[in-house]
């Protein structure tokens, strides 16, 4: 893993990010800086429309600021092409999605192997990869099951276990807990509560919040702009 000397993994300096319609120019974020260190779980929250989908895909190299700057594990990665991009996204961000994004005709093992394939391990590597993690997020008996066969807080362990397959810098959650009952939802914030105690550094794009307060830091962002930043509150 690529990590600064200072243990910075994320170092945004005044970026902005316009989106130009061709009518209208939207200014989505603000002149954002942000720095999180390795083995942080950083909650960033605020309402719809405030900039925080925007921020996620810049941090986890889904898109390119339009400008400022952002060193992901002391990686430069304003202005990188996009295979650079994707290779970025692959090795270094684990990605935790509202809507699981399986594939749902292979089994649970087959899913978390995906990017692993990409990275280009070897399939005996990836198969007991895969077999640790899914034990490691408590599914070790649901290997084979297909995700139409599992329940949603199943489905978002198999997903957390795939972010982790490369062993990224930073696993990124975009609202991990949206689309769950309370029970399951409680299921995940201590699965990524463990993940954190035992290294992980993790960003949690989040309505939720009670997942907020898991945090160990709370970031808050309103119309482009972090307009907050503390620990969280115990």
């Known amino acids: 893993m ?3 000397g200072n243990g910075t993994i994320i170092s945004m300096s005044e970026i902005r990010k316009v989106y130009d319609t061709g009518k209208v120019k939207v200014e989505a974020l603000k002149g954002v800086n942000l720095e999180i260190h390795k083995g942080e779980m950083v909650a960033i929250v605020g309402p719809s429309g405030s900039g925080k989908s925007t921020l996620m895909n810049l941090i986890g190299c889904l898109d390119t600021p339009t400008s400022g700057e952002y060193e992901l594990g002391g990686q430069r990665v304003a202005g990188v092409s996009r295979d650079m991009l994707a290779e970025i996204r692959n090795k270094r961000v684990g990605f935790v999605f509202q809507n699981f994004n399986l594939l749902p005709h292979i089994s649970a093992l087959e899913n978390v192997e995906m990017p692993m394939m990409f990275g280009g391990l070897r399939q005996a590597q990836r198969r007991s990869r895969s077999k640790e993690l899914l034990d490691r997020v408590g599914l070790g008996d649901r290997v084979d099951h297909k995700p139409t066969e599992l329940s949603g807080g199943q489905m978002q362990r198999v997903a957390i276990a795939r972010a982790l397959a490369m062993t990224p810098d930073i696993v990124l959650a975009d609202e991990p807990t949206g689309n769950l009952d309370s029970t399951s939802g409680s299921d995940i914030m201590s699965i990524f509560t463990d993940l954190w105690k035992q290294g992980s550094t993790l960003v949690i794009i989040t309505h939720d919040p009670a997942l907020a307060r898991r945090a160990s830091r709370v970031v808050e962002i309103r119309d482009g ?10």
């Open 225 to 234: 702009r972090i307009t907050s930043d503390h620990p969280a509150a115990a």
């Open 2 to 4: 690529g990590i600064n």
